[in-house]
Nanobody
């Protein structure tokens, strides 16, 4: 079975930084895209960032552009989300996902992780 496991969440003050990790296993295909999403209680799930299978292309939501950086290590089957200058509005459950089809700007995400909580205090 394909499994995605997020880690690295926690409680930080506004302006601080966190680095999230997403480890994927059980995916036979070599080429797959990955992305990060977040959801706060009472809100809809929103897209955060995506990265191509090679790591050469990335795409970000306007709300995080310039503050967040997505990357991946294919050898470790791991995707990362470096979050800098965190704001209280960034507080949410962050989940990662993988896709076998589509382009970095619009992947057809099929596999999802359970999420890791990020809480930013003022």
């Amino acid at each position: 079975q394909v499994q995605l496991v997020e880690s690295g969440g926690g409680l930080v003050q506004a302006g601080g930084s966190l680095r999230l990790s997403c480890a994927i296993s059980g995916l036979t295909f070599t080429r797959y895209g990955m992305g990060w999403f977040r959801q706060a209680p009472g809100n809809e799930r929103e897209f955060v960032a995506a990265i191509s299978w090679s790591g050469e292309s990335t795409y970000y939501a306007d709300s995080v552009k310039g503050r967040f950086t997505v990357s991946r290590d294919s050898a470790k089957n791991t995707m990362y989300l470096q979050m800098n200058d965190l704001k209280p509005d960034d507080t949410a459950l962050y989940s990662c996902a993988a896709a076998l089809h589509g382009w970095v700007t619009s992947y057809d995400y099929r596999y999802w992780g359970q999420g890791t909580q990020v809480t930013v205090s003022s």
